[in-house]
């Protein structure tokens, strides 16, 4: 399925915030393991209570993996 069929729009949102605030959303996001979007995705679908939204689109990095084969020399 390609990325923008899955996910139509991926829409960007920059706000301005505490210092302080940013500080514990950090370091919320590294005692959870998350980045800092994903926290703030997750609070924010969870406010709203529609959990699956709180999904972010992704493009995968790079080319995918060739598969390895075994030759046999002789």
């Known amino acids: 399925m390609r990325f923008k069929e899955h996910f139509p729009m991926a829409v960007h949102l ?10 514990r959303i950090g370091e919320e996001a590294d005692a959870k393991n998350l980045t800092m979007n994903e926290l703030i995705a997750k609070v924010m679908a969870d406010y709203f209570e529609e959990p699956e939204l709180a999904e972010i689109p992704r493009k995968r990095l790079g080319r995918p993996r060739k598969e390895l084969t075994t030759a046999g020399r002789k």
């Open 14 to 23: 920059s706000i301005a915030i505490h210092p302080g605030l940013h500080r």
